[in-house]
């Protein structure tokens, strides 16, 4: 599998300050981000796969929604994991 227990440690310890912090923002935005690099990765193989593509444009709608939030909340924040992931906004 794309993402085991592993992978998801390493994300939230890099993003979220430690790896037992699951529910930061950052790491959550980090991790969405990874799972729509793998699922886009995925379409353009499988174009026609309109379960995964539903799937990606219900992540991205989330990812935003959590960048929102991080926007309104604390604007510095919001600018480094942008900058750090490489997302454009």
């Known amino acids: 599998m794309y993402l085991d227990a592993e992978k998801k440690k390493e994300i939230f310890a890099k993003?979220?300050?430690s790896d037992?912090?699951?529910g930061s923002a950052e790491g959550q935005i980090a991790l969405?981000?990874?799972r729509i690099s793998h699922l886009t990765e995925h379409l353009k193989k499988n174009r026609k796969d309109y379960g995964t593509q539903r799937a990606l444009q219900l992540m991205v709608g989330k990812r935003r929604s959590l960048l929102d939030y991080l926007k309104?909340?604390?604007i510095a924040r919001y600018r480094a994991i942008?900058?750090?992931l490489g997302l454009r906004r």
Do not use: M
Request: aromatic share 14%; glycine share 14%.
């Open 15 to 17: 993003h979220g300050g």
């Open 32 to 34: 969405f981000t990874y």
């Open 72 to 74: 309104n909340k604390d």
């Open 82 to 84: 942008v900058k750090e």
């Open 20 to 22: 037992a912090n699951t």
